[in-house]
C-alpha cells in the first residue's frame, strides 16, 4: 500500500483515494482532484469532501464507493486496499484499511501521518467509525453508433427460429 500524505488539514479523503488510484496505476493527486471535484461542487477550496458526497466524488474520480457494515476487525478480503473508515469523533477522519495485526489491531494508512500505522480496537471504536469499499468502476461497454445490429450474429437459444 503506498503511504501518502494529506496536503492539509482537510484532504485525508483525497489522500486515501491518491493511495489508492497510485496503487491501481492510475495516479492523481490531491491537487488535481480538487480542482475536477470543485468544479462539480463536490469538495470545497481546501479538498474538504462532505461525508454525504463520498460517493458522489468517487464516481466523478471513476471510482465505485459502497457502505459496509462495520465489523472489527474488518474482513480480511480488505487487505487488497479496497477499505475505506470514516471516523467522527471528535472531527471527521478517513484512513485506508491494510491489514489486521492480531485480534484487536489493525494496520492503516493513515494520511494525517502520511504512513501505515496501527490502529487499536479501543481507539478505533469510540469514534464512529463507518466502512467503506472503493473499487475501480468498470467502463460501461462501447456502442455502435451505426451498422448492423450486433445481436443479428448471435446463436439463437430456446427454440428461437
Not at 491537487?31 to 462539480?40: R, S, T, W
Not at 466524488?57 to 475505506?84: E, H, K, R, W
Request: proline letters at 9%; charged letters at 25%; one cysteine or more.
Amino acid at each position: 500500500m503506498t503511504p501518502v500524505k494529506q496536503i492539509n488539514g482537510y484532504t485525508c479523503f483525497l489522500a486515501c483515494i491518491e493511495s489508492f488510484l497510485r496503487d491501481k496505476g492510475k495516479p492523481k493527486t490531491q491537487a488535481d482532484m480538487i480542482k475536477e471535484l470543485e468544479q462539480k461542487a463536490l469538495c470545497d477550496a481546501n479538498g474538504w469532501v462532505p461525508f454525504d458526497k463520498l460517493g458522489d466524488a468517487c464516481l466523478a474520480l471513476g471510482i465505485d464507493l459502497s457502505d459496509v457494515p462495520y465489523q472489527f476487525p474488518p474482513n480480511t478480503m480488505y487487505a487488497d486496499g479496497s477499505l475505506l473508515i470514516g471516523t467522527h469523533i471528535p472531527g471527521n477522519h478517513v484512513v485506508r484499511f491494510c491489514r489486521q495485526e492480531g485480534q484487536d489491531k489493525i494496520v492503516v494508512m493513515d494520511p494525517s501521518e502520511g504512513k501505515l500505522m496501527i490502529y487499536d480496537r479501543t481507539y478505533l471504536e469510540p469514534k464512529n467509525p463507518e466502512f467503506h469499499r472503493i473499487m475501480l468502476s468498470k467502463p460501461l461497454p462501447a456502442v455502435a453508433q451505426d451498422g448492423p445490429d450486433q445481436t443479428d450474429s448471435l446463436p439463437l437459444a430456446f427454440g428461437r427460429e
